[in-house]
């Protein structure tokens, strides 16, 4: 049986605005995809299986744990302000800045398996970015084909 | 002469050996009376102090302006040891309307043998000059001092103790001047250069006050020199400027230009006074340099100062200060700006116009944003018209295409959600799979080896296993239509690649139709889904932009509406899109005659926002049934219309902070399950119902009563009542 890349996504449009670039990704065959909805998800699925690849949506809702409830409303109880997104980056990749400090951190968790799929362009969280160490970064424009997240794993390979 | 005068001359005559007292040029008067006050002999001062001509008679008291006080001398001889002096430093007296003021003493004449008073003798000096000195000294509203060398004050007048704060001029003199300066330095430094110059004239100095407040005066100091020339105090004025100082330090820090205009010989307007403020608007360094400039030159054209003098012209005939006109001027430098004037005339005795006073502000960066303001709502406003045509456009595209693609299963099937619709993908994913699966049973091993290599032949297995097992993939439908779609083209691809002759064709053929057949349900739901989605953007889009160019709008007013007919238009307006959600109005009136008086496109816009909402936030009740109650009943003087919708919950905090109604903001709940939006609905509607008079409010709660209240898993009831007040009757 052939081993699959683990991927998860954190992206809460995966299933609405993006789901074309979905079908690509499983019909591949070389990857094993999880779609994560909310920062409180994703941080639960990172801390509980191992990936290969995370890719992370910058304006993410809170989901159910308080305490990105707090962080949400704390950067304006919006997902453009609040980029719950570097928050949890920030969570996994820098947990002495972080807002949300967790109890547990896989040891697999580390830069180069991470990249950043968004609507910012770079230049506007450039500086946290590459304090982040996290090198593939593709922003959401209308351009973006079907096969968006595919590209973005052979970037991370 | 009366007897008993004459024998009292005689007793005197007995006392003093002559009159020779009486008979000389001294410069103080020296006169005698009897014990009855009568004026028996005296002297030339005294004639020439009391105007007195031929015979020496009347009584001292005659001339005395205050009599009590020379009865009060006299009393005080009566009590006073022998041969003692009485003196009263100051005696008012009246000659002849004018007004005279003596040194005066007296004592008692006794006669040697008997003891007996038989007289009185007095002196007086003539010192109404230096009274009538002294009175200016003490009345003057200017403080009068004298230091000594060691600045140490001297003397001091009534008003510079109360300059400081003093009630009289006793509590500050002998005191060092320094005791009054704020900054005892400066002190030092005056002296130090009334001592080198000689004096100084109009020096601001800050005093403290006894209170410990502080006093600003404007001190004049001569130096008093010794005979040899050595500093031996100083003397003065001071004026207490310090409300002077307040205004003046008002007028400088007010961020606002002052400026005074007066009407030169010529009819030219000149300014002869600003505020630093006002000089720095013009770019001028200093206030001094703009003084004596005719207006007209900072104008930079005639037309625009026209604009100026015919505004103060029409203030002038209204009777009225120019109040808010904006000018283009420009400053020294050449730089534009635009200022916001205002003036009032000034006129003298007569009446005529001399001039004027006013304030400006600097409005350039206020009208350079008002009018990017303006540009950039224009192009907002255009852009959302073109993006209301794209939206049009889009869904239009999708309606013809889909009706190319017949026959569409999904045709009659409004009301399902998109995600409902993959239901209709199972048939057809199965019928493929079938196919594919017999790709596999076709001919042998080596026959399928000559038609596609081994790898491809793996592919070919993975979408078949994908197809089987779709469900273990995702839970969500979306994800199914998306993986479907890719396995079908991966297939169609893979055919492709299959040289004719090398495989059977039936079975490549109908794997080739099933393919194709799987490609054009998803491509007809994706269709249905573009329909859905521009059908939802449609309203909030038009509702964006009627709400940013409202305020470039000609004002609208107001007109009286049924309130029932405002709810039937808007249900009107939204009856396409509710019914692609499958959702029906359930509308109720209490009171089918109930009016209202609004700007109907305002309020119009502010229901069609909640209706929106309604329908885009609802699922389907357990009963299978999708629906909007809108009610509307009277409360009072006031109509509330209720729109109540089973669905998508709104956190209690979003509701109690008042979130919910800040421009922008969108819930954390409201993407649920892809719901687009503004987040200028409800802000909007809360802003439109302000400005008529009434109010709005939401509430959401579950749905099942009893359920937790922040379990956000399950459905609610939400209710917008948006209250209007009701038309007046008469």
Not at chain 2, 474 to 496: G, I, Y
């Amino acid at each position: 049986m052939k081993i699959k890349t683990r991927v998860l996504w954190i992206e809460d449009n995966a299933h609405s605005d993006y789901v074309h670039t979905v079908g690509p990704v499983l019909v591949d065959g070389r990857y094993d995809l999880v779609i994560a909805e909310s920062a409180s998800e994703g941080i639960q699925y990172v801390t509980e299986q191992e990936f290969d690849a995370v890719i992370v949506d910058l304006r993410l809702p809170p989901g159910d744990d308080r305490r990105w409830i707090t962080v949400y409303n704390h950067g304006g109880s919006n997902r453009t302000n609040a980029r719950l997104g570097l928050e949890v980056l920030h969570a996994l990749l820098r947990p002495r800045d972080a807002k949300v400090r967790l109890e547990f951190i896989p040891k697999w968790v580390e830069p180069k398996r991470f990249a950043v799929f968004t609507v910012e362009p770079k230049v506007e969280v450039q500086s946290i970015i590459e304090m982040l160490d996290v090198n593939v970064y593709v922003q959401k424009t209308a351009e973006v084909s079907t096969r968006v997240i595919l590209d973005i794993l052979q970037a991370l390979a | 002469m009366p007897s008993d005068v004459s024998a009292s001359l005689d007793v005197i005559a007995k006392v003093f050996l002559d009159y020779s007292i009486f008979n000389n040029d001294l410069p103080v008067g020296i006169y005698a009376i009897s014990t009855e006050g009568e004026l028996l002999l005296c002297n030339k001062r005294v004639r020439e102090i009391l105007r007195l001509e031929g015979e020496v008679t009347g009584r001292i008291t005659d001339f005395c302006q205050d009599k009590g006080v020379i009865r009060e001398a006299f009393h005080e001889l009566v009590e006073a040891k022998e041969g003692t002096w009485v003196e009263k430093h100051l005696l008012a007296l009246r000659v002849r309307d004018r007004e005279v003021f003596v040194h005066h003493h007296v004592r008692v004449i006794r006669d040697d043998e008997t003891g007996e008073t038989i007289g009185y003798l007095g002196c007086m000096v003539d010192i109404t000059a230096e009274h009538r000195y002294q009175r200016i000294f003490e009345d003057l509203p200017v403080g009068i001092y004298q230091l000594d060398e060691e600045d140490r004050v001297i003397w001091a007048n009534p008003r510079l103790a109360d300059i400081l704060g003093y009630l009289a001029p006793s509590e500050i003199e002998n005191r060092p001047v320094k005791d009054f300066y704020a900054d005892t330095a400066k002190a030092d430094s005056f002296r130090e250069r009334v001592r080198s110059e000689g004096g100084m004239t109009h020096h601001r100095v800050e005093l403290r006050r006894k209170d410990g407040k502080l006093a600003v005066a404007s001190v004049f100091a001569r130096k008093v020199a010794s005979s040899d020339g050595r500093y031996a105090g100083r003397e003065g004025a001071m004026i207490d400027v310090t409300d002077e100082e307040r205004y003046k330090k008002v007028q400088e820090e007010l961020p606002l230009g002052l400026y005074e205009v007066r009407i030169n010989d010529k009819g030219e307007d000149v300014f002869i006074d600003c505020n630093q403020q006002f000089a720095a608007l013009l770019e001028f360094d200093d206030a001094e340099d703009l003084k004596g400039r005719k207006v007209k030159d900072i104008y930079p054209t005639e037309a625009e100062y026209e604009k100026l003098r015919e505004a103060i012209q029409q203030g002038v005939e209204k009777d009225r200060p120019l109040h808010g006109l904006r000018v283009n001027v420009q400053g020294k430098k050449g730089k534009g700006i635009v200022l916001e004037v205002n003036a009032r005339t000034k006129r003298d005795r007569e009446g005529r116009i001399i001039g004027r006073v006013g304030a400006v502000r600097d409005v350039t960066e206020e009208v350079e944003l008002n009018r990017k303001v303006a540009e950039l709502t224009r192009d907002i406003g255009a852009v959302l018209h073109t993006l209301s045509s794209t939206l049009v456009n889009v869904r239009q595209s999708a309606s013809v295409v889909m009706q190319t693609m017949v026959p569409d299963p999904l045709e009659d099937a409004k009301g399902i959600q998109p995600e409902q619709m993959v239901e209709f993908l199972s048939a057809p994913a199965k019928l493929f799979a079938e196919s594919l699966a017999r790709l596999f049973q076709t001919g042998d091993a080596a026959g399928r080896a000559r038609a596609l290599p081994d790898e491809r032949w793996a592919v070919l297995s993975d979408q078949l296993d994908l197809l089987r097992n779709y469900e273990k993939l995702s839970h969500n439908p979306m994800v199914r239509l998306s993986t479907f779609r890719e396995a079908a083209l991966k297939v169609l691809s893979l055919c492709d690649e299959i040289q004719r002759g090398t495989f059977p064709r039936e079975p490549l053929r109908q794997l080739r139709m099933d393919a194709r057949e799987l490609l054009r349900i998803c491509n007809l739901i994706t269709l249905h889904q573009v329909d859905d989605l521009t059908l939802e953007l449609d309203m909030p889009v038009r509702s964006l932009r009627a709400y940013v160019l409202s305020g470039q709008r000609q004002e609208e007013s107001r007109t009286i509406w049924q309130v029932r007919e405002l709810v039937s238009k808007t249900a009107g307006e939204l009856h396409e899109f509710a019914r692609s959600r499958g959702i029906e109005f359930r509308i109720k009136h209490d009171d089918q005659e109930l009016q209202v008086n609004i700007v109907v496109s305002d309020v119009l816009r502010a229901l069609s926002n909640l209706l929106h909402n309604a329908v885009k936030y609802s699922w389907r009740r357990p009963s299978g049934t999708a629906w909007v109650s809108i009610r509307t009943r009277q409360f009072q003087t006031a109509v509330h219309i209720e729109f109540e919708n089973y669905g998508v919950p709104i956190p209690k905090e979003e509701i109690d902070q008042g979130l919910i109604f800040q421009s922008g903001f969108r819930g954390r709940i409201s993407s649920d399950r892809k719901r687009t939006g503004t987040g200028f609905g409800l802000f909007d509607a809360s802003q439109v119902a302000r400005e008529v008079g009434g109010s709005l409010s939401i509430k959401s709660h579950p749905a099942s009563p009893g359920r937790r209240e922040d379990d956000y898993k399950q459905p609610f009831l939400t209710t917008a009542t948006l209250v209007l007040p009701l038309k007046k009757i008469g």
